[in-house]
């Protein structure tokens, strides 16, 4: 004790001599805070962004996409000409690093509106308190993912008809550009896809270590987690799979094939069955035609509506 | 506006079940307004903040907890990270690493670590910064030890 005291008294009268001032200024230093100023211009960078396109646009005719590339790389007009022999329509949605959540948010929910399938709502619930249970197991509190999960099973519900809280098309619409709704919903997709490749983390290491050379862990911390972490393979794998859900995505790039002809490339990603059903005769392999589509275009997605 | 003031709620709650949990951090929510919450944390052992204690400001903005909380140092302290005359502090989850998965409370442990593992390369605090990256490890300590002592330790006698 003796021996602790000295050095500070030393210290306390060294102080006293140079008059240093200890306290913080809380006021004008506060109000320089540098951070402030690049949060705010951040926020007006994304401002402007808004203008420009909602989160979720409006569904357009192909041809749109081809006036984009009019006086553009042939090879894309191209590739356009031969994905209208596929797909009738284009919705874009907004480059802000969530494009690929905000895509399939839509397009699911779109599509539960349109089928009104209950059998697929009674499943992916099913899934979705499984991807709760993962959460749990890996440590996280249930109140920093609960609210995100509650909102988007809300909007499954929802796009049910037939209940009170039943809304109409325009309605999906409206709330997906809403970002009380639509950034909640990204998040919970981004909570279940980072639950997902930590509770494989075997299985996505080499995938994550191609990326970007790091821990599974530091790697969902830092590249999913986040609002506005653009999405990679790893990240679709690990959703299509956690919610059963199969995607297509179409890539068009200015790729060209040897033999001449134009083609474009696709890949499908259907969900690994982790954990099959005990002994169902499951030889028979379903193929699986994925009701969500997306367009490519290397940094961004937008949705892609079949003829 | 709602969503944060119930996840605030939520946190509040928590924090009274993790008091005992976490010796180092007390967090305290302002009586008045739930997005003001203040924090002593204690200085990491090991380092010259031990024995130290700091208060953190927080507040807390609307969008929360889409968006991060501000954080800042009360206390003065000497380090890379921090911001001397602001107390501003240079930490990822703070900025665009920041997800909902945070909590407050882990703010504060995110806090803790860094105080024990500055990061030299991104320097909040110059002079701080430019001692460890000369590899003057020692002039470092000291001067953060005088600090820790000046500003973040009851006065004896």
Avoid at chain 1, 196 to 220: A, D, H
Avoid at chain 1, 237 to 254: E, K, N, Q, W
């Amino acid at each position: 004790m003796e021996n602790d005291k000295k050095p500070n008294n030393v210290v306390d009268d060294e102080m006293e001599k140079w008059d240093i001032n200890l306290s913080i200024d809380v006021g004008e230093e506060w109000s320089n805070y540098r951070d402030d100023e690049v949060m705010q211009q951040h926020n007006a960078i994304q401002a402007v962004e808004a203008g420009k396109l909602p989160y979720v646009g409006d569904k357009e005719p192909l041809s749109a996409l081809a006036a984009e590339y009019q006086s553009g790389s042939p090879v894309l007009l191209e590739k356009i000409k031969v994905l209208g022999q596929n797909y009738a329509a284009i919705r874009r949605t907004r480059g802000d690093g969530n494009c690929f959540f905000r895509c399939f948010m839509f397009s699911y929910l779109e599509h539960i509106m349109e089928s009104q399938d209950k059998t697929e709502v009674d499943r992916i619930k099913e899934n979705v308190e499984q991807c709760k249970k993962t959460l749990q197991g890996l440590g996280y509190a249930d109140f920093t993912f609960e609210d995100f999960f509650t909102l988007f099973l809300d909007q499954v519900n929802d796009v049910l008809q037939g209940n009170e809280t039943s809304i109409s098309h325009d309605e999906l619409v409206s709330r997906s550009r809403d970002q009380s709704v639509s950034d909640y919903v990204v998040m919970f997709f981004r909570f279940v896809t980072s639950g997902e490749i930590r509770r494989r983390s075997e299985f996505f290491e080499p995938f994550i270590m191609g990326l970007s050379n790091t821990t599974v862990e530091k790697f969902c911390k830092a590249s999913v987690e986040p609002m506005g972490e653009e999405s990679d393979h790893v990240h679709i794998t690990a959703l299509s799979d956690t919610l059963g859900v199969p995607i297509r995505v179409m890539y068009l790039d200015r790729s060209s094939s040897d033999s001449g002809t134009v083609s474009i490339n696709h890949h499908d990603f259907i969900p690994a069955i982790s954990d099959p059903p005990v002994a169902t005769n499951s030889d028979s392999v379903s193929v699986v035609e994925p009701f969500i589509t997306l367009l490519y275009r290397p940094g961004h997605y937008d949705i892609l509506y079949p003829k | 506006m709602q969503a944060s003031r119930a996840r605030l709620f939520k946190e509040y709650k928590d924090v009274q079940r993790e008091k005992v949990a976490d010796p180092d951090i007390q967090l305290v929510c302002d009586d008045a307004n739930i997005f003001k919450w203040t924090a002593l944390i204690k200085g990491p052992s090991e380092t010259p903040y031990e024995g130290g204690v700091f208060q953190l400001a927080f507040a807390v903005p609307e969008q929360y907890p889409l968006q991060p909380p501000n954080v800042r140092f009360l206390t003065k302290i000497f380090h890379p990270n921090v911001h001397f005359k602001s107390g501003e502090i240079c930490l990822d989850i703070l900025k665009n690493a920041w997800s909902p998965a945070w909590t407050l409370q882990s703010v504060c442990r995110a806090i803790i670590a860094l105080m024990a593992h500055p990061e030299p390369d991104s320097p909040l605090n110059c002079d701080s910064g430019n001692l460890l990256r000369s590899g003057d490890v020692r002039g470092f300590h000291s001067m953060a030890r005088m600090y820790t002592r000046l500003a973040a330790m009851p006065k004896k006698g």
